[in-house]
């Protein structure tokens, strides 16, 4: 079985979009989604909502860094200190083109940090170009499932 994607995401507009520009990537991963980082953190740990979900981790996790509850810096912290998480990579999916926000990222491990672009068509070519690099380019850690795209 596929892992899913976990994508954490609090603005509808940018949930929608996301979602849009990963079907037309063609993943045929499910997309699990979060609207915060007190949920992304109950899915990783399975706990709350999540307490019965398929045991595992995503396959990967696109993460919004300002987020209600708790942002996504702090999701970042948690999973590179949890031995179980350590691994699962993070892609940083976000608006910000703060220097701090970049640098910060990338001191708690992020494996990407991705700026939405404002264009739809841009969007929707970062987020495939994300799935493929996912899917095709990434080498797992031994043990774990790749992307499939759809045929």
Wanted: net charge negative.
């Amino acid at each position: 079985m596929l892992k899913p994607i976990l994508l954490v995401e609090d603005n509808p507009n940018d949930l929608e979009l996301t979602l849009i520009a990963l079907e037309k990537s063609q993943l045929a991963n499910e997309v699990v989604v979060v609207r915060d980082g007190a949920e992304a953190l109950d899915y990783l740990n399975m706990q709350g909502a999540w307490i019965k979900r398929q045991e595992g981790n995503p396959a990967v996790l696109l993460l919004d860094l300002k987020l209600p509850k708790v942002d996504g810096l702090e999701v970042l912290r948690h999973i590179r200190s949890t031995q179980s998480l350590k691994s699962l990579p993070v892609v940083m999916l976000t608006s910000s083109k703060e220097e701090q926000d970049l640098l910060r990222s990338y001191e708690l491990g992020v494996n990407a940090y991705v700026v939405k672009p404002v264009d739809f068509q841009e969007f929707v070519k970062a987020i495939a170009d994300l799935g493929i690099f996912w899917a095709v380019l990434n080498e797992p850690p031994p043990g774990s499932m790749r992307f499939m795209r759809r045929s």
